[in-house]
């Protein structure tokens, strides 16, 4: 008898934005890595897309204008109309910059949660008070089934960037894909700014 008001109770609350959020994260941070297509659309810095291949905390970005790669430790960003790469240590809010899987991490980090559901997904808002944080506020759209996210839209000051996500995947990605390897690049200039 127990079990099944436990159960009722489930089904009448249902999930909590931080359990959604745990679930998203756990798919994302499969240790093979995942693989995504998106559409990235700035107030700022305009429309671009790309792919991106996430395995823990290490990803690589590649668009029409530049790739990027970070091991988790050390970032290098491929400009392609100039031929050069910058290498640096990136600050955690630099990666939240262009890491659009920042959400997986920045949850457990001070931020107020909320959910609401609208057709087929959720959408979970994290917002924050901090003045000093570099994203005040996210909204995370995520199907209720899959809980495989479709749309992630930050705010940095009073611009909001937002990324459509398509054809996520798992699949087995060496370490290798997250570093830049100069072979690859031999002409380009190399420009070390840590």
């Not at 905390?57 to 990027?68: C, E, R």
């Not at 457990?108 to 959720?122: I, M, P, R």
Request: glycine share 6%; proline share 4%; with cysteine.
């Amino acid at each position: 008898m127990l079990s099944i008001l436990m159960l009722i109770g489930q089904l009448s609350f249902g999930q909590s934005a931080k359990d959604i959020l745990e679930k998203v994260a756990a798919k994302l941070t499969n240790k093979s890595g995942v693989t995504a297509s998106f559409k990235m659309e700035s107030e700022k810095m305009g429309t671009t897309t790309g792919t991106i291949a996430v395995k823990g905390k290490k990803f690589q970005a590649s668009t029409p204008q530049a790739i990027t790669w970070f091991d988790g430790k050390t970032q290098w960003t491929y400009l392609k109309s100039n031929d050069e790469v910058n290498v640096s240590t990136p600050t955690p809010q630099q990666l939240q910059a262009i890491n659009p899987y920042t959400f997986i991490y920045i949850y457990k980090q001070g931020y107020a949660l909320s959910k609401t559901e609208k057709g087929d997904n959720y959408h979970v808002t994290l917002k924050t008070n901090d003045k000093k944080r570099q994203i005040q506020e996210m909204v995370v759209v995520c199907n209720k089934k899959s809980l495989v996210p479709s749309v992630i839209r930050m705010k940095r000051g009073n611009a909001w960037t937002t990324f459509t996500i398509s054809k996520l995947k798992t699949t087995s990605i060496p370490d290798s894909k997250f570093r830049f390897n100069p072979k690859d690049y031999p002409h380009a200039e190399v420009i070390d700014l840590r």
